[in-house]
Each structure stands twice: as C-alpha cells, then as structure tokens.
C-alpha cells in the first residue's frame, strides 16, 4: 500500500463567509454591485475564516523542469530556453519579475527537473531527474519521482505558510510543457486532442499538425485512466506540473487562498481536484489563457477567470497580474462607510 503524502484539507467556513456577505451588502453601493469583486472577498472569508481576510503577504511559486517530448519539435523554442529563463528569473528579468514587483511578492524559484547543470543560487534546486521521458515513447515519469515532485511543492508551501504568506499564485515555466497539459486536458474531458491543441509558444503549421499527432498517440499507447490521477501525472505529465499539485494541495491545507495561471497550473490544478475533491474551494483562477483547453479546464473546475487578455506566457504572470485585484477586493470590504453610517437602513 503507498503511503498518503497528502494533508487533510479543511472544509470553507461558512459561517464567517456568511458574516462577510451580510457586511458587503451594508456597504454604501447597490447590491451586489461589486461584481466579481464581493464574490472574491466571500470566497477569501470562507477560506481563511477571516470576516475581512488578510491576503497582505504574497508568494509566487515558478515550479521549473523540463519536458523529453520537447525532443519532438512540439514547441517554438529549444529546450535550453527553459535552463535560460531560470537563469533570467533569479536575475530578476523576466516578466514574472516585473508583476511581482508591482504588487510587493515574493518570486520563489524551484527547479524540480531542469536539464541546467549549474542550478544559480537563489533556485530552490530540488532537482528530482533532469528532464521528463519522452511521453511518447513511454510513460512520463515513475510513480515515485511524480510523488517526490509533489512531495516537494508540499514542502515548498509549507516554508512560505511559517513566513507568514496568506496568499499564493502558482505558475511554471517548461518547454514543451503545453503538450503535456493538453495530453492531461484531453485525458480528462475525453475531448479530440484537435480541439484542445493550441500553438504554445507558437508553433507553425507543421509542428502544430505534428504536436497534435504526438499527443494522440502518446493516449493510445498509455490509455491514461482519467479515475487514476496520478496515472495521469506519470504517464503525460510533467515534473513541473506534479510539483504545482504539491503546492496547490499544500496551500489548502494551510488555509491559503491558490491563484492559478494558465493552461499548465489549471491542468496541475485538476489532477490536484480529481485527487482531493475538498481542494477545488481553495482555487481563484485569474486570467484566461489564449491556449484553447484552457477554458474547458476551468469550466471543468467551475472557476471563472478575472483577466482575459490574451496571454499566454505561463511563469504565473496572470495570476501575479490578479493580485492588486484582490488587495482592491479587501481594501473595499475593509473600508467602505456603510448605510449606517449615513444614518440610512441597509438593505437587510
Ligand atoms: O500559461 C499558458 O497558458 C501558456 C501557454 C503557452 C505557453 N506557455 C509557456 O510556454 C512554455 C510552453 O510552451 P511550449 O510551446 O514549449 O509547449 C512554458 O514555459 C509555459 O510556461 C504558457
Ligand atoms: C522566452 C520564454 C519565456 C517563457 N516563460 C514561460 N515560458 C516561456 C517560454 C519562452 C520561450
């Protein structure tokens, strides 16, 4: 029997989300005329079982490996750009360097399977193997190392929990790792790998037509049971990716409210749900990505994006780029005079 390396994950209180909604509509505007915003901040009280939740301190976790299917010319860029980029994120020029900045978060860097021999300091180095197999050629990963990753992402969170974080944004960075998250997408809707295939980092004709091939055949030869998510994970996943359900799964546990990016953290995400339903509560998806099953991701999560700009970056800038929107959130649940406060009655 293997061990269970996950945590309990605790159930919303509803209570205080109840508290919190009967605040918002005392708050001198129409009801419910804050949209998205109020749903964000009840959903944030029913997480931390805070009336008005503390998401100050912020924490942005790039999991980082890289992707032997990348050996197939499924992406736009070669495999060494995955190496450069973590290079690029420790010097603090990458994008994901410019949003953090903006919104005063931390950028933890973690390499879970990289080919970069010199991991630079400042990496979180938990290297587990170099590279993932070629999915299709042969499953993904062990069982073991897909756990260790996830293993890892538990741990990462759990440092970031004791430094007194209270709000996290998931992301990755990986070559050829749009293929892996459109194998995991089609695994689990059972939708043609066609029409959930997108251009990555934008791949031309051939290579698109080529990468819808691979992922076909890597669902014939391994035949992913979509009951079995860590099947999945291992046979058409990534290092990253079982790295990011450590993180998501860890930050449930801990009460920490988990933004998720794009196509490759929302696949993270639903292997994490699939895996413990409880978690799924806990998720806030911040942008739409241009990827095509990012969307059918997100409706299978019942999560409804913030931002839809058309990026498709990955590195969690969307979910970066959301965090000023949930200080705005709180900031107006905090703030705002109430009907009393002008002497009128509320609406309740
Ligand atoms: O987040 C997304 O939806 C997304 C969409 C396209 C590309 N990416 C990023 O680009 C890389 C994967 O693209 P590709 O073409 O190499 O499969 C990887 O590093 C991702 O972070 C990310
Ligand atoms: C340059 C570059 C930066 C990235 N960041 C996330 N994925 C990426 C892919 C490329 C190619």
């Known amino acids: 029997m293997e061990k269970n390396i996950f945590p ?8 205080v989300q109840e508290e919190t909604r009967k605040h918002l509509n005392q708050l001198t505007k129409p009801l419910g005329s804050l949209g998205q915003l109020e749903e ?16 100050s301190k912020k924490a942005i976790v790039v999991m980082c490996a890289d ?17 450069l980029m973590i290079q690029n994120f420790i010097r603090g020029g990458a994008a994901i360097n410019v949003l953090a900045r903006q919104t005063a978060a931390e950028v933890c860097v973690v390499d879970v399977g990289s080919l970069l021999i010199d991991v630079p300091e400042g990496v979180m180095n938990r290297k587990i193997r170099a590279g993932t197999a070629n999915f299709m050629n042969m499953p993904a990963m062990e069982k073991a190392e897909a756990l260790k990753a996830a293993e890892t992402g538990l741990g990462v969170v759990d ?19 749009t293929t892996a998250g459109t194998a995991i997408a089609a695994v689990f809707t059972k939708m043609p790998v066609t029409e959930l295939t997108g251009r990555g980092t934008g791949i031309q004709e051939e290579s698109y037509r080529h990468k819808i091939h691979v992922i076909e055949t890597a669902l014939h030869k391994h035949q992913p049971d979509p009951g079995n998510p860590l099947e999945v994970l291992c046979k058409v996943g990534g290092l990253e990716i079982a790295g990011m359900v450590g993180c998501i799964i860890g930050a449930a ?37 241009a990827e095509p099953a990012h969307s059918i991701l997100l409706e299978e999560l019942g999560l409804r994006p913030i931002i839809d700009a058309e990026m498709r970056l990955g590195e969690a800038s969307g979910a970066a780029l959301s965090f000023p929107l949930f200080d705005a959130a709180v900031a107006l649940s905090r703030e705002m005079a109430t009907f009393a406060d002008l002497g009128l009655p509320g609406p309740e």
């Open 8 to 15: 309990e994950i605790p159930a919303i209180d509803t209570k």
């Open 40 to 55: 964000m901040v009840i959903r944030l009280a029913g997480i931390t079982s805070q009336k008005i939740p503390d998401v």
């Open 67 to 83: 992707h032997g299917v990348a050996g197939e010319g499924v992406s736009a860029y070669p495999q060494e750009v995955t190496g």
């Open 159 to 177: 440092t970031l929990k004791q430094e007194g974080v209270r709000l996290l944004a998931v992301g990755e960075m990986g070559i050829g790792n």
């Open 253 to 289: 546990a801990a009460q920490i409210p988990v933004v998720i990016d794009g196509l490759i953290s929302t696949a993270a995400a639903l292997i994490a749900v699939k895996m413990i339903p409880g978690v799924r509560s806990y998720l806030f998806a911040s942008h739409l990505s």
